[in-house]
């Protein structure tokens, strides 16, 4: 296949930033201090980042949706509300097969390919589909729609050419279950209606329903069963406490218990006061992974601060994002809520702010705009994240040998190239 060397390029390795030049095909092949040419003997297209960042692509661990979808529809047809579509759609792609080269043999338009193209166009190479507090009944659906989506772009990527892969768009490399488990109390825009107690046997039945594709579920340690839930779900996945008026104790307990994780941190907690440092003091004094919206709302630039002084390269930056984001101001709905985009915040009508409507790439250039620096920043939305779900000791990154999933950006953070798999997507 086509091989590519992008020269004089800030490059973000594991330890930060190196000045130099890239290779690769399918994986990366040669990483340089030097803009030495191209030392292959086949084909080469030579590009000048022109001391811009080329970086891992990007990884949203937590986002609901963009561009008028929302995973938690379970709609994998024409974008309309799961009580619009028949039982049938959630399931009608399960045992799709394609015989042939046929681009529009594929459901394209369908929300979620559209939504993985806007991600894409993001610098997220892939993400975790993350659905909301729902009722039993959405919840499986929506799990066996993301599953048949997953199954459909795997399908298309093997049977069509590679001139049009980037109709996928970015890979969904699993399930973000943020509900039900979660406090009435710290429930934030997730419907009070639905939320449950921790159930093991249930999350083990939704993780069969998606295909076995849930690693991170957030749960609110304090609720009773929490830690019995923890202690037989962390080996399938990373368990995360969040949505919780869980007291230091009690969330320090649930991490050594078996959680790993903070969804959110400051967002749908208590406060990390002198005296009651809550779920935020335990993360910080066991050096606990934590998410991060860096929207300029949800936080405060000066926390922003505070936090990657504190958490380090265990910060990770997601976008939260909901339908509204890449569309205009106007009434939306969020697991059977109405929110209203205005001016890039989001809220339901009592004012609580129910999500974003950034991109991660724009949580990037908002971090770095607060005083964090670029390597920093992009650490956060794509090695820590990575981490934190799969393992430290999981491939990722620009390291030979890897997968050329990589996203280029300018000296502005403005992206300028996508590739995965060493293809150009964009």
Known sequence: MKRFFIKNASLLLPCGLQTGSIEFDSTITALRRSNDSCASDCECETLDAHGGFVVPGLFDIHTHGACGADFSDADFSDGSALNDIHECNVHEYSNYKCNEFDADSFPLNSPLFRLSRYYLSQGVTSFLATTMTLCAEELFAAMHSIDAFCRMRTEFIKRTPKRLHHLAGAKCIGINLEGPFLSSSKRGSQAECNLLSPDAALFHQLNAASGGRIKLVTVAPELPGAFEFIRSVSGCCTVSEGHSAADYNTAIAAFRAGASHVTHIFNGMNDCLHRSPGIAGAAADLGIPVELICDG?????????????????KTCLISDSLRGAGMPDGRYSLGGQEFVLSNGCAAL???????????????VRNAVSFGI???DAFFAASYAPFASVFGDSAPFGLECGRAADLAVFDANLNLKAVFMDGERML
């Open 297 to 313: 709302l949800h936080v405060h630039p000066a926390v922003v601060r505070g936090v990657f002084r504190v958490f380090g390269k």
């Open 349 to 363: 009508a009592d004012g609580t702010l129910a999500g974003s409507a950034i991109s991660l790439a724009d949580a």
């Open 373 to 375: 620096s670029p390597s």
